[in-house]
């Protein structure tokens, strides 16, 4: 699926533009997203320079194309966590119940532990 506006899908938003909106009212509906386009544009601007100014230098050394979330495909990261058999080595291990280890506790002949909040 190709993202972005092309030629053709330009023309086919300004075609619907002017059946709904309607040829008398598209001028101002045209001004005014325009001057949306612009404001938003300027808190952008705003934004970023206020970013720049407090990361400092360390502003131009991150990768910002490493940040897009677009390049990441759910897809491809489940096949890849589902493929590495690493990822099962680094589960801790089950721990002991309470029951199995007061079970061993008293079979080695020491006493169970005490939990003097549970009585």
Known sequence: M???????????????????IGPDRLPA???????????????VDGAKDRLKDEMGPEFDEVDWKQLDPRQYDPRRIIREALREPAAAATVAPARESAYAQRQRLLREGRPAPYDAEAT
């Open 29 to 43: 509906y045209a001004k005014r997203l325009g001057e949306w386009a612009r404001q938003l544009r300027g808190f």
């Open 2 to 20: 190709g993202s972005g506006f092309t030629f053709d899908k330009l023309v086919v938003i300004a075609v619907l533009a002017l059946i709904l």
